[in-house]
């Protein structure tokens, strides 16, 4: 097989992967974190008490802008997993002013973006996304691990 071949196969298989990727984004119809979600997982509805929470394969595909159990949580959750979800875009985290370690991995993202206002953020993982270059976390001065594995990061 020549080299030129070789290429067009690769590029074949690159669009039929975006080509999955997108129809599994349209397929989960909108799915937001709510106080339902929120209740089940924490088994409390005093959300200001909650320190931790793992939101693991709720189908969830964003977090809102006006979302009121984060804004709840903001000052006292420190662990948030958001793993095995359908999200696409990193945003409306930043009421989350003490998270800890935040884990995204096993999502739809493209881009580390958004993160620059979780300045206490110690731990995050993003691996098995869509990321490609590493941005957006030079403001995470006590960042001590960041996981990406699994993501098709390019050399600068």
């Not at 098995?128 to 691990?145: C, F, V």
Request: hydrophobic share 35%; with cysteine.
């Amino acid at each position: 097989m020549s080299s030129f071949s070789k290429a067009q196969e690769f590029s074949n298989q690159l669009a039929r992967e975006k080509e999955k990727e997108e129809s599994l984004i349209e397929q989960h119809p909108e799915k937001l974190i709510d106080s339902q979600i929120v209740f089940r997982n924490a088994m409390t509805q005093d959300f200001k008490k909650i320190i931790e929470l793992a939101l693991v394969d709720e189908k969830i595909t964003s977090i809102d802008a006006y979302n009121p159990c984060l804004k709840q949580m903001g000052a006292t959750l420190r662990r948030l997993d958001l793993s095995v979800n359908y999200i696409a875009t990193i945003n409306n985290l930043e009421c989350l002013t003490n998270l800890r370690e935040l884990n995204l991995s096993y999502n739809q993202i493209r881009q580390m973006e958004n993160l620059h206002k979780l300045t206490s953020l110690r731990k995050l993982y993003i691996d098995r996304n869509h990321i490609k270059e590493i941005n957006g976390i030079k403001h995470l001065r006590k960042l001590e691990k960041l996981s990406l594995r699994g993501n098709r990061i390019r050399d600068p």
